[in-house]
């Protein structure tokens, strides 16, 4: 079983707050990812980090930021959330640039 | 066109019965190919990994790649309805490792 942590697992907020979505793992990856998944859609890669104070932008484009100052947290942050920010959100990390992905089991966030 | 193509289903067979799921692909680079399962309200897991061209086994189920056609499988022999699930294929090229993925296809497994 996967050691990697994502909260909260669902949440609806109003138009215009700030949230932070947080994920941890105790595995000790230097490289963590956060991915958007939307019903019948693709997983989508908006942000990834190889390690401590590394952060990059993925292929989607997005509104969020992150931030890994520790190994083991890397938290995303959308400064001011509209519903079209409404999606799964997954965290994952991994030990080797191709190789297993290990997922949380996501955060759930609906804005209305 | 997408990257990767996959049919979403759902498809649905009795217990017991041999899956076959499927996904096409127009990179070429692409050498990295994997296949996750995602149970409902969870993160997907991996399920099989493999490298390049060829056959790999792992218990009930066997993923193919067939570079030649840019087309993978993932069979799963007497089917149970744990597996239940939407399974994702994803792949990447050597140059870049960015995954890139299916929209998944929904299976479901009757009693």
Redesign the interface.
Known sequence: EADIYQTPRYLVIGTGKKITLECSQTMGHDKMYWYQQDPGMELHLIHYSYGVNSTEKGDLSSESTVSRIRTEHFPLTLESARPSHTSQYLCASSEQDVGELFFGEGSRLTVL | Q?E?EQD?GPLSVPEGAIVSLNCTYSNSAFQ?FMW?RQYS??????LM?TYSSGNKEDGRFTAQVDKSSKYISLFIRDSQPSDSATY?C?M?AESN????????TKLIIKP
């Open positions: 997408k990767v979403p990295y996750y309200r969870k993160g997907p897991e991996l990994y994702l994803a990447s490792y960015q995954l890139i993925w299916g929209a998944g």
